[in-house]
C-alpha cells in the first residue's frame, strides 16, 4: 500500500503524517473519519495511514517489542512462551516465527501454530489441523475461529510436555 499510496492519495506517508501531526487526533477512528470525510481517502488507505500515523500498526515494532508487550502485566506467562517457542522452533528448519499485536503465528508454507498470551493465567496455543478430533486438552478452535482448528490452554510450563510437541509436530507436517 506504501507503494501506491502517493498515487492513489496525492502525498506519500511522510507526507500525511507531517499533514496529520498537530491535528489533536487522539483515537484511530478521529484519524479515519477526517481522513475519510475531509480528505477523500478511501477506507482502506485511510486505515494504513492512520495505524502507521499513531504506529499502531504490528510494523512499526520490532518483533522482540511485540512479544514484550504481549507479555506486559503476563509476565508469569514468560516461563511457558519461552519453552513452547524453543520446542516450536526445534521441530524444523523451516518455521517462521511471526509476532504480530496480541499473538505469535508460526509458520512453514502456512500457519500451523499460533500462540496467544489469553489472560493473565493461560496462554492459548492454537493448532491447524486438516482433520483431527478433539479429545482431551486438545480442544475445538475456541477463539481462533478458522484460523486454528483446535486450541491447548496452557498454564504451567509442565503443561509444554511430549503430548503436545507431538500435536506441534503433527500440525507442522500438515503444513508442508
Request: charged share 30%; aromatic share 8%.
Amino acid at each position: 500500500m506504501e507503494q501506491n499510496l502517493k498515487e492513489k492519495t496525492g502525498r506519500n506517508l511522510d507526507e500525511w503524517k507531517a499533514h496529520l501531526n498537530g491535528r489533536g487526533f487522539e483515537k484511530h477512528g478521529e484519524f479515519m473519519a477526517y481522513l475519510k470525510n475531509d480528505c477523500g481517502v478511501s477506507h482502506g488507505y485511510a486505515n494504513f495511514i492512520a495505524h502507521k500515523a499513531r504506529e499502531s500498526d504490528a510494523s512499526s515494532n520490532s518483533p522482540d517489542d511485540l512479544i514484550e508487550e504481549q507479555y506486559q502485566g503476563k509476565e508469569s506467562l514468560r516461563p511457558i512462551f519461552e519453552k513452547l517457542k524453543a520446542m516450536i522452533l526445534g521441530l524444523a528448519d523451516d518455521i517462521e516465527m511471526a509476532p504480530k499485536k496480541t499473538s505469535i503465528s508460526f509458520r512453514c508454507k502456512r500457519q500451523f501454530a499460533l500462540v496467544k498470551p489469553s489472560t493473565k493465567t493461560r496462554i492459548d496455543l492454537g493448532l491447524k489441523f486438516n482433520d483431527r478430533q478433539t479429545s482431551g486438552r486438545l480442544e475445538s478452535s475456541g477463539p481462533f475461529g478458522t484460523m486454528c482448528s483446535h486450541r491447548v490452554q496452557l498454564t504451567s510450563v509442565d503443561q509444554v510436555d511430549n503430548q503436545l510437541k507431538g500435536w506441534l509436530r503433527d500440525a507442522h507436517s500438515e503444513a508442508t
